[in-house]
């Protein structure tokens, strides 16, 4: 692996001793295992690296993958970081699994989410306030109610989506609650009804915390997230100072067959919402705090009650799928449950996942081609599925329901804009007790496990996850939701909409 460069070593060294007296044990002892908890064979650990790089070596090849990060943690310990690939392709750096850094996107809102509930503990924030109690402009009402900070963390905040959320270049950033009230995201539907991911939601709570602390937001989390947990490397900030953008991988677009460096991506705009730069071993410390119940070290950044809060069933969709918890999306519901979030850039395409009762988190972030998007996806299914293999549903025998069949749109746009059927799904029924889901001219098959339940059968590795899909809402408002989407539903295209 090429070293990276003795000037960047230097400012790492003088990072590290400014805040040697404030970094915490990067090992945390586990929380006393809840009662039914999931034990993963020895065997499944101790193959698990091997695993993983096989999983890489493929996707490498394959995926036009540039680079990626891949850290596990188990039992309070880190079982392995690894990085694959090249940060810099032109170059030839190869990605330093401990130094490196990556952009985890979305990922970063669960710093926002852990740093308001630092200020619901410490009673400046209300749960069920109305958020502009808290802003020094007015988020308007219209015809709908006051939008709630619970409303926030479940992604129900009944906005519309905004796709400007992003600049070119240094020359385009504004401080970021300049552009959210320059900005207010459109109210299209009450508040609490339905999930529907918002990044001006999110924005909102990271503005929130910055009101009510009196801190700018990216000060804020350095202080009381960041430095407490040892997490010396991870900012908000962009750009990136010159300790850091040295270290940075690059992103890319595909020419010709061949990765082509992107310059640095900018989202402080919309700041709290995701524009985050980080290390792996900086995301294992984040990690392992959220299992040992917001505690690493001696260093308590959250309570144990706001831990179970940030991970508990917030809201859902689909009635008998996966929901929101808190600020993390619910992956899996049992077996066991696993709670986490994706993030992506146009370059960066990130996941974090953790099973409290396994005592098992995991976080991987690729960059490179389009086909770095699916990548991370395929790794984290590898991983769960790995770990926590199942088996297909028994399938229905049941006289057939026919669901309502057609084109279904998604409830996360831009509400403001004309609509676009290409990105409908389009489905349609297969057989006895089939479906077929043509998603941007991709086709997948679900066979019936349920009343108006269908299971993944094509594009599934052995050992699953096996996504579900659910049919549901009235008959004037049909509605289909995926168990790996829980931040959206789809509905129902009218004929000629």
């Known amino acids: 692996m090429q070293s990276i460069s003795s000037l960047t070593l230097f400012r790492l060294s003088v990072v590290a001793t ?6 915490v044990p990067l090992t945390a002892a586990p929380r006393k295992p809840p009662a039914g ?39 309070g310990k880190v079982l392995f970081t690894r990085g694959y690939g090249l940060a810099d392709a032109e170059r030839g750096i190869k990605v330093d699994a401990q130094h490196t850094m990556f952009r985890p996107g979305s990922v970063s809102k669960l710093f926002t989410w852990t740093a308001l509930m630092q200020q619901i503990e410490a009673g ?28 926030l963390f479940s992604h129900a905040v009944g906005f519309g989506d905004q796709s400007n959320i992003t600049v070119d ?31 001006y939601g999110a924005a909102l709570a990271g503005y929130i915390v910055e009101r009510v602390s009196g801190e700018p937001f990216a000060d804020y989390t350095e202080r009381h997230i960041f430095k407490p947990l040892g997490m010396i490397d991870t900012t908000f900030r962009e750009p990136l100072d010159a300790a850091r953008a040295p270290r940075m991988a690059k992103g890319y677009k595909l020419e010709s067959g061949r990765l082509v460096a992107k310059p640095f991506e900018f989202y402080s705009i919309i700041m709290p919402a995701g524009s985050a730069t980080t290390t792996a071993p900086d995301m294992t410390r984040f990690i392992l705090m959220m299992l040992n119940e917001g505690k690493l ?14 991970e508990s069933d917030g809201l859902r969709n689909a009635p008998d799928l996966e929901g929101f918890a808190h600020g993390y999306m619910v992956l899996r519901q049992a077996g066991p449950r696993i709670v986490g979030h994706g993030g992506n850039t146009v370059d960066f395409h990130s996941e974090l996942a953790i099973a409290p009762e396994a005592q098992f988190g995991f976080f991987v972030s690729y960059t490179g081609g389009p086909g770095s998007y699916p990548a991370r996806t395929e790794a984290m299914n590898a991983i769960i599925g790995r770990v926590f ?6 399938r229905w025998t049941a006289r057939r329901d026919v669901p309502p069949l057609g084109a279904y ?64 809402g009235p008959a004037d408002d049909p509605r289909m939701s995926y168990a790996s989407e829980p931040h959206v539903l789809y509905r129902l295209v009218p004929e000629g909409k």
């Open 409 to 472: 749109r998604s409830n996360r746009q831009d509400y403001s804009q004309p609509p676009l059927p290409g990105y409908d799904l389009k489905i349609s029924a297969e057989g006895d007790h089939g479906i077929v889901i043509e998603r941007a001219g991709v086709k997948s098959y679900w066979e019936q496990i349920g009343a108006r339940i269908y299971e993944q059968v094509t594009g599934v590795r052995a050992g699953g996850p096996y996504d579900r899909i659910e049919f549901y």
């Open 18 to 23: 400014l805040l040697a007296s404030t970094a």
């Open 389 to 394: 293999p199942q088996t297909p549903t028994q």
């Open 124 to 151: 400046r924030v209300d749960l069920d306030a109305d958020v502009n109690r808290y802003l020094d402009y007015k988020i308007p009402d219209g015809k709908f109610k006051p939008i709630t900070v619970r409303d």
């Open 297 to 310: 070290g001696t260093t308590q950044i959250l309570k144990p009650q706001s831990v179970r809060f940030l």
């Open 169 to 199: 270049d240094a020359a385009g950033l504004m401080p970021y609650r300049e552009w959210m009230k320059k900005n207010i995201a459109m109210r299209v539907r009450e508040p609490g009804e339905e999930i529907s991911y918002s990044n």
């Open 37 to 75: 908890a999931v034990q993963i064979a020895a065997a499944t650990i101790a193959s698990l690296p091997d695993f993983v790089d096989g999983v890489l070596a493929q996707q490498i090849a394959t995926r036009d993958v540039g680079g990626a990060v891949v850290t596990i943690v188990y039992r």
